[in-house]
């Protein structure tokens, strides 16, 4: 599975975006997103399971971030509301095949190149 995802760049507080992750050759069994910043470890934001379209967030994420995949396009995408300076990261999609959905990054094999986001104040 390759991964490309797009959709970063410069947003205002309060401000929303849209991530998208593209997946090519086969549909993922397991789609994430993780986020890193500057000098912190990567963060767990969202995942869902491809087929049955189940969802898990991060501790805290679920008010602002909303993850949802398009099947026929076998994209996905972060939906970023109310964003706080906080937020600013590196922003990774991921692919997995394990059978539970997990927010661990050591359960995802396939790993896109990322997509800044900085949210300004």
């Known amino acids: 599975v390759q991964l490309q995802a797009s959709g970063g760049g410069l947003v205002q507080a309060g401000g929303s975006l849209r991530l998208s992750c593209t997946a090519s050759?086969?549909?993922?069994?397991?789609l994430a997103w993780f986020r890193q910043a500057p000098g912190k470890e990567r963060e767990f934001v969202a995942a869902?399971?491809?087929?049955?379209?189940?969802?898990i967030y991060g501790d805290s994420m679920e008010d602002r971030f909303a993850i949802s995949r398009d099947n026929f396009k076998t994209m996905a995408y972060l939906q970023v509301n109310s964003a706080k300076p906080e937020d600013t990261a590196v922003y990774y999609c991921?692919?997995?095949?394990?059978?539970?959905?997990?927010?661990?990054?050591?359960?995802?094999?396939?790993w896109g190149q990322g997509t800044q986001v900085t949210v300004s104040s």
């Open positions: 050759e086969h549909l993922p069994i397991n």
């Open positions: 869902l399971r491809w087929v049955s379209g189940k969802i």
């Open positions: 991921a692919a997995g095949s394990l059978l539970d959905l997990t927010g661990s990054p050591r359960h995802y094999d396939y």
